[in-house]
């Protein structure tokens, strides 16, 4: 078994920024691709952005291209995500998961293990 775990998250200004964690763990293999998803309250799940095993290949939704940064650590069994001028509408769990494929890709139904979650609030 693979456990994700995500931190970082909270209750945060307009225009601040968070940086979230998130921590593989048990039969995680550092070739796994991992991604970050995040969901609104009343909306779907939404692909954030996804990096490669080696961490120098990343991709983005469009909606977060220029705001987001998702980096992999030395070790590549962490992945973090970097947010920077938060708007109200960046509020959302946010998930982090992890596939078995070097290939990061954008569909939530590719992803083989996923995290608990880690809540995010912009306050206006």
């Known amino acids: 078994q693979v456990q994700l775990a995500e931190s970082g998250g909270g209750l945060v200004q307009a225009g601040g920024s968070l940086r979230l964690s998130c921590a593989a763990s048990?039969?995680?293999?550092?070739?796994?691709?991992m991604a970050w998803f995040r969901q609104a309250p009343g909306k779907e799940r939404e692909f954030v952005g996804a990096?490669?095993?080696?961490?120098?290949?990343?991709s983005y939704a469009d909606s977060v291209k220029g705001r987001f940064t998702i980096s992999r650590g030395n070790a590549k069994n962490t992945v973090y995500l970097q947010i920077a001028s938060l708007k109200p509408e960046d509020t959302a769990v946010y998930y982090c998961?992890?596939?078995?494929?070097?290939?990061?890709?954008?569909?939530?139904?590719?992803?083989?293990?996923w995290g608990q979650g880690t809540q995010v609030t912009v306050s206006s």
């Open positions: 990096i490669n095993w080696s961490g120098d290949f990343t």
């Open positions: 998961a992890a596939k078995r494929a070097v290939e990061p890709t954008s569909p939530s139904r590719d992803y083989d293990y």
């Open positions: 048990g039969r995680f293999r550092s070739s796994y691709a």
